[in-house]
């Protein structure tokens, strides 16, 4: 069986020109970053739509295992599957992060036949993007400690109130906690700080929720920083940092084309975590594929409760955005995982097992149904599964009257997706309802909070620790209390206990402190512990990359 980088090798990639021609894309507007990525204009995401009442279908999952259940996969190949049918469709997706592909994910391009071209320097420096916004994230760090040192035109800033630390895109658990300032009184106020990936980055946030470059530098500037000595608020405006950090960022801010292994249209940008940020993709990469395209297939990370939750909540609320129809990716694997099967036996068939996993797939549909929106369950077929395991899933949800259909995008590519691209088509075209908010932003803070976790997650009840209530007091006092939730939760469970799988229930969420990402937007309350500088794996997948003489890179999964 061929790598996914042996399958992309061998695929006859196009000049990346004729892809935006299937666009209606005027070539000279292309920035070119060599034959096969371009940079698009910000002003495509205004232009008059090319056809009328275009379709975003939103590609979510259930809670995802380790085994990893496919979504950008299943998007890419419904992608393809959509332009089989006749539907022009671009598929947008966010970039892949360098701490994850030389971790434990290797590359993040998709697999088998329903892969990302070229999907080599996607997986690695790409465009720039994620570069850029880790310098204009790290020119605010250093203008933070540049004035805590100075003693000319001192803001006063009182260092034990700063959070905002450095981040790098790269897994180095020997970051996440250091002291900075050491070495005598030309080098800094010594404080305690640390790094975050770049994914983490509240910058990534802004980017990724920003409409034009106005809108982003007064994002930055929004920025919370700290407090004086005397207790006032700093932002990054404050200390004139926002127009430096928005010329950094003036190339990342365009979205960019690449295309699929079978030539589909593929706008990637932006990399947000989904369990401490949006974990979407911009807004701005969303509307242009919109302007461009009959149908545009987008994905949010991990579960529904996480990603997809806040897609809706806070990406197509700022934005403006209703999607048509969701997807929910289920793999029989993750719902025997669910079901209580043990990691390493997942490739075994187990009725018992599968029948008790079901619940958690329940769930996602329940909550997608709350948006009033139409789900489509998507059951992506790996070659361990039954037919009796997979007949199962099916009859299943076609007794909910859930459409469904199984794919086999990895293996088959578009063609492994025709059926559920018709569903897909057939649901999104004649659906007629606009998705609803969970909550209103103008609720409290802790009846957003509630909300999310009692409805999405199941919880019968939300706990706040004496920290926590101090924030929500910060909060009030900093008068932010209308922004919107992004709560920051473990993804391998529906409730903030990694352990309860399944559908949990009689569990109580507790929030430990509540963060405010104010240039993004949002407050984001933190439950359990969210991992913001991983670390590298016992055998990081670093140790099988290599390139020969020719330049050809290897083991790039």
């Given at each position: 069986?061929s790598?996914d980088?042996?399958?992309a090798?061998?695929?006859k990639i196009?000049?990346i020109?004729?892809i935006?021609k299937?666009l209606?894309i005027d070539?000279?507007d292309l920035?070119?970053?060599?034959?096969y990525k371009a940079?698009?204009?910000?002003?495509y995401?205004?232009?008059?739509?090319?056809?009328?009442n275009?379709?975003?279908?939103?590609?979510?999952?259930?809670?995802?295992?380790?085994a990893?259940?496919?979504?950008?996969t299943?998007?890419?190949?419904?992608?393809?599957?959509?332009n089989?049918?006749?539907?022009l469709?671009?598929v947008?997706?966010?970039e892949?992060?360098l701490?994850?592909?030389?971790?434990?994910?290797?590359?993040a391009t998709?697999?088998?036949?329903?892969?990302?071209?070229?999907m080599?320097?996607?997986?690695?420096?790409?465009?720039?993007?994620?570069?850029a916004?880790e310098k204009?994230?790290n020119l605010?760090?250093?203008?933070i400690d540049n004035?805590i040192q100075s003693?000319?035109?001192?803001l006063?800033?009182?260092?034990r109130?700063?959070?905002?630390?450095?981040?790098?895109d790269?897994?180095?658990?020997?970051?996440?906690?250091?002291?900075?300032?050491l070495?005598?009184?030309?080098s800094g106020?010594?404080?305690?700080?640390?790094?975050d990936?770049?994914?983490?980055s509240?910058?990534?946030?802004?980017l990724c929720?920003?409409?034009?470059?106005?809108?982003?530098?007064?994002?930055l500037?929004?920025?919370?920083?700290?407090y004086?000595?005397?207790?006032?608020?700093?932002?990054a405006r404050?200390?004139?940092?926002h127009?430096?950090?928005?010329?950094?960022?003036k190339d990342?801010i365009?979205s960019?084309l690449?295309q699929?292994?079978e030539?589909?249209?593929a706008?990637?940008?932006?990399?947000?975590f989904?369990?401490?940020?949006q974990?979407?993709?911009?807004?701005?990469a969303?509307?242009?594929?919109m302007?461009?395209s009959e149908f545009t297939?987008?994905?949010?990370?991990?579960?529904?409760d996480?990603?997809a939750?806040?897609?809706?909540d806070?990406?197509?609320?700022?934005a403006?955005?209703?999607?048509?129809?969701v997807?929910?990716?289920?793999t029989?694997?993750a719902?025997?995982f669910?079901g209580?099967?043990?990691?390493?036996?997942?490739?075994?068939?187990?009725m018992?097992?599968l029948?008790?996993g079901?619940?958690?797939?329940?769930?996602?549909?329940?909550?997608?149904?709350l948006?009033?929106?139409?789900?489509?369950?998507?059951?992506?077929?790996?070659t361990s599964d039954?037919?009796e395991?997979?007949?199962?899933?099916?009859?299943?949800?076609?007794n909910?009257?859930?459409?469904?259909s199984?794919a086999n995008?990895?293996?088959?590519?578009?063609?492994g997706?025709?059926?559920?691209?018709?569903l897909?088509a057939?649901?999104?075209?004649?659906?007629?309802?606009?998705f609803?908010?969970l909550?209103?932003?103008?609720?409290?803070?802790?009846?957003?909070?509630a909300i999310?976790?009692?409805?999405?997650y199941?919880?019968?009840?939300?706990?706040?620790?004496?920290?926590?209530?101090?924030?929500?007091k910060?909060i009030?006092?900093?008068?932010?209390?209308?922004?919107?939730?992004?709560?920051?939760k473990t993804q391998?469970s529906?409730?903030?206990?990694?352990d309860?799988?399944?559908?949990p229930?009689?569990?109580?969420?507790?929030?430990?402190?509540?963060?405010v990402?104010?240039?993004?937007?949002?407050l984001i309350?933190?439950?359990?512990e969210?991992?913001?500088m991983p670390?590298?794996?016992?055998e990081?997948?670093?140790?099988?990359?290599?390139?020969?003489?020719?330049g050809?890179?290897?083991?790039?999964f």
């Amino acid at each position: 069986m061929s790598s996914d980088i042996e399958i992309a090798k061998k695929a006859k990639i196009l000049p990346i020109v004729d892809i935006a021609k299937k666009l209606d894309i005027d070539v000279n507007d292309l920035e070119l970053y060599g034959k096969y990525k371009a940079k698009l204009p910000l002003s495509y995401k205004e232009k008059k739509p090319r056809f009328d009442n275009a379709k975003l279908v939103l590609v979510s999952a259930i809670t995802p295992t380790p085994a990893g259940e496919g979504k950008t996969t299943v998007s890419i190949g419904l992608s393809q599957a959509l332009n089989k049918i006749g539907k022009l469709t671009t598929v947008v997706l966010r970039e892949p992060s360098l701490g994850p592909v030389f971790g434990i994910k290797g590359g993040a391009t998709g697999g088998g036949y329903s892969q990302l071209l070229p999907m080599e320097d996607i997986n690695l420096h790409f465009t720039g993007d994620f570069a850029a916004i880790e310098k204009a994230h790290n020119l605010l760090a250093a203008l933070i400690d540049n004035n805590i040192q100075s003693k000319k035109n001192s803001l006063a800033i009182d260092p034990r109130t700063v959070s905002w630390k450095r981040v790098m895109d790269m897994n180095d658990r020997a970051l996440r906690n250091i002291v900075t300032g050491l070495g005598g009184t030309t080098s800094g106020i010594p404080r305690e700080t640390g790094f975050d990936i770049t994914a983490a980055s509240e910058i990534m946030a802004i980017l990724c929720i920003s409409n034009d470059i106005k809108d982003l530098k007064e994002r930055l500037g929004n920025i919370f920083v700290g407090y004086t000595f005397d207790k006032k608020p700093i932002y990054a405006r404050d200390l004139k940092a926002h127009g430096a950090m928005a010329a950094l960022l003036k190339d990342a801010i365009k979205s960019n084309l690449v295309q699929t292994l079978e030539g589909t249209p593929a706008i990637v940008h932006g990399g947000p975590f989904a369990n401490i940020a949006q974990g979407t993709n911009s807004v701005i990469a969303t509307k242009t594929a919109m302007a461009l395209s009959e149908f545009t297939v987008t994905e949010a990370g991990f579960g529904f409760d996480l990603g997809a939750e806040k897609f809706l909540d806070i990406k197509c609320r700022f934005a403006n955005l209703t999607p048509n129809a969701v997807v929910l990716v289920a793999t029989v694997r993750a719902l025997k995982f669910h079901g209580g099967m043990p990691l390493k036996d997942l490739t075994t068939p187990d009725m018992e097992r599968l029948k008790k996993g079901m619940e958690n797939l329940q769930k996602h549909i329940e909550n997608i149904k709350l948006f009033n929106i139409a789900p489509i369950v998507a059951i992506n077929k790996f070659t361990s599964d039954s037919e009796e395991e997979l007949n199962y899933v099916k009859d299943y949800c076609k007794n909910l009257n859930i459409p469904v259909s199984i794919a086999n995008v990895w293996g088959e590519g578009g063609d492994g997706a025709l059926e559920l691209a018709k569903l897909v088509a057939e649901n999104a075209e004649k659906c007629c309802s606009k998705f609803k908010p969970l909550y209103e932003l103008e609720s409290s803070v802790e009846d957003k909070i509630a909300i999310i976790a009692k409805k999405i997650y199941g919880a019968q009840a939300v706990d706040y620790t004496a920290k926590a209530k101090s924030h929500l007091k910060r909060i009030s006092d900093l008068k932010l209390d209308n922004l919107a939730i992004c709560m920051a939760k473990t993804q391998k469970s529906l409730s903030d206990n990694p352990d309860l799988l399944g559908r949990p229930k009689d569990f109580v969420v507790t929030v430990r402190e509540i963060e405010v990402a104010s240039g993004a937007g949002f407050l984001i309350p933190i439950t359990g512990e969210i991992m913001r500088m991983p670390g590298l794996p016992a055998e990081p997948a670093a140790e099988k990359i290599d390139i020969d003489d020719e330049g050809n890179i290897s083991n790039l999964f």
